[in-house]
């Protein structure tokens, strides 16, 4: 089994900035994709940053040059760097990763975590 945690959400100023982390465990055989997706109230779940294996990464539109994604393949974790938030930023931000399994052996699956709250406001 394969669990993604994600950790540090919260309430911030606009103009503020948040770090996000999300660490992957379990069976794990090699982890090729690494993101983060948001969902805000009456909207759909969309994409904001992804970094594969290499260190290729791309953004969504919104957050390109405000945010920034980065990975540490040692320790199965990636991060999300969010300054100059706003309040449109609001959203639950889930994590994701690719991830081919040990057991059962060369499975391939995505996976999510459970989701951490970041709200912008004054």
């Known amino acids: 089994q394969v669990q993604l945690v994600e950790s540090g959400g919260g309430l911030v100023q606009p103009g503020g900035s948040l770090r996000l982390s999300c660490t992957a465990s379990?069976?794990?055989?090699?982890?090729?994709?690494m993101g983060w997706h948001r969902q805000s109230p009456g909207k759909q779940r969309e994409l904001v940053a992804r970094?594969?294996?290499?260190?290729?990464?791309n953004y969504a539109e919104s957050v390109q040059g405000r945010f920034t994604i980065s990975r540490d393949n040692a320790n199965n974790t990636v991060y999300l760097q969010m300054n100059s938030l706003k309040p449109e930023d609001t959203a639950v931000y889930y994590c994701?990763?690719?991830?081919?399994?040990?057991?059962?052996?060369?499975?391939?699956?995505?996976?999510w975590g459970q989701g951490t709250q970041v709200t912008v406001s004054s």
């Open positions: 994701d990763a690719r991830i081919t399994t040990t057991q059962p052996m060369g499975v391939s699956g995505v996976y």
């Open positions: 379990g069976s794990i055989f090699t982890i090729y994709t």
């Open positions: 970094i594969i294996d290499g260190g290729s990464t």
